[in-house]
């Protein structure tokens, strides 16, 4: 039977699909993606989403892990910079860290302590962008090619009552 690897990683546009036997190793599916991304297989770690260690990719994909997005990347962690208010805060995320994790630590206790009366407005955008990024998408998709700094800004989006 086939299963449905999802993957994304640096340099891909969106999500790919890729298909593998269910007991072939994760490694075939890193072949696949290396392929398109350009690269030796050997040169990528492999995330589940929001998981801080890389997969053991000689092992099957577990059941519990088929339809979560895999991410492949050429580094183990992401030094994040997060700009608010002339301020900055750092940390080191997994490059499979979703943009909302980050948020949700970058307006907590350990980032900018931000007011729970306005952290609901709270995005992260690119410096200089005006448009925030996708909550769901991985930090690895920003981070410059086979790099492992990635710069954001916090912004305050729009206010749920109308007002700016």
Known sequence: MQIDVLVDGEGLP??????????????QAVEAIAERMGGEPSAYLVFVENEDEPCDTSLPV??????????????????VKVGYAGE?????????????????????????????AFAAEMRLALPGAQDPLPNSAHIG????????????????GVIPNGRG
């Open 14 to 27: 969106e999500i790919e699909v890729i298909q593998i036997s269910e007991d072939a190793p994760l490694a």
């Open 62 to 79: 577990p059941a519990h892990q088929r339809r979560r997005v895999h991410h492949v990347h050429h580094h183990r962690r992401i030094d």
């Open 88 to 116: 900055e805060a750092k940390r080191a995320f997994s490059p499979s860290t979703t943009i909302r994790r980050v948020l949700d630590w970058a307006i907590g206790p350990d980032g900018f302590k931000i007011d729970p």
């Open 141 to 156: 998709c920003f981070a410059k090619e086979h790099g492992n700094e990635l710069e954001l800004a916090l912004l305050r």
